[in-house]
């Protein structure tokens, strides 16, 4: 299973719009087009995934006062944060 990011479903997100917009345009190729269901089924799996993330955040805030919590450490690998080798 391939691991993405908050930023990946942000550019997914942002790619269901475009494919929204397409289907308005007669000239589009339909191909290229997106039907309202499948929208509103992807923007729900959407905000299931950005509540876990509230969770993750939450706990984050609990785990904070232990001496051995890595913020940028967990940010990093649960996916709510993506860093490059350079950060």
């Known amino acids: 299973m391939k691991n993405t990011s908050l930023s990946d479903l942000r550019g997914h997100l942002f790619d269901v ?3 929204l917009k397409e289907g308005n345009d007669p000239e589009a190729d339909k191909a290229d087009c997106i039907d ?3 929208a509103k089924t992807i923007a729900a799996v959407a905000r299931e995934v950005i509540q ?3 969770v993750e955040v939450d706990a984050m805030k ?3 006062g232990r001496d051995d919590f890595n913020p940028k450490s967990h940010m990093s690998q649960s996916g709510v944060l993506s860093l490059n080798e350079n950060n």
């Open 52 to 54: 876990s993330a509230k």
């Open 36 to 38: 309202i269901d499948r």
């Open 62 to 64: 609990i785990l904070s």
């Open 17 to 19: 719009i475009e494919r």
